[in-house]
């Protein structure tokens, strides 16, 4: 069975840090676009950062510019987000998911193929 399973996300402060993990289950993570992105209540999908596994080339949304690094370990087949400098507007439902076209680099989330359950982040005082 081809899966996700992410884990990270909680309660933080602003200012504060956390990590999510995206670990593939059923395939490789090899020659895909991997993204994540998020949800918030009464916005659109936007896609946070993304990564070719392909040649490791990244993307990051304007928003969290200098405060997200996306990163991949091909041996654990996992996927990560360091998320640093934590705004109350980053909270939201982050998702992962991979897309076989490695050019969709965030572009365009409807076509992405393989999704994760999602996992909370809440940035408040």
């Not at 020659?31 to 936007?46: L, N, Q, T, V």
């Not at 490791?56 to 304007?62: E, L, P, V, W």
């Amino acid at each position: 069975q081809l899966q996700f399973v992410e884990s990270g996300g909680g309660l933080v402060q602003p200012g504060g840090s956390l990590r999510l993990s995206c670990a593939a289950s059923g395939f490789t993570l090899d020659y895909y676009a991997i993204g994540w992105f998020r949800k918030a209540p009464g916005k659109e999908h936007e896609g946070v950062s993304c990564i070719s596994s392909n040649d490791g080339s990244t993307y990051y949304a304007d928003s969290v510019k200098g405060r997200f690094t996306i990163s991949i370990d091909t041996a654990k087949n996992t996927v990560y987000l360091q998320m640093n400098s934590l705004k109350p507007e980053d909270t939201a439902v982050y998702y992962c998911a991979a897309d076989r076209d490695v050019f969709n680099m965030c572009i365009r989330y409807w076509e992405y193929d393989y999704w994760g359950q999602g996992t909370q982040v809440t940035v408040s005082s």
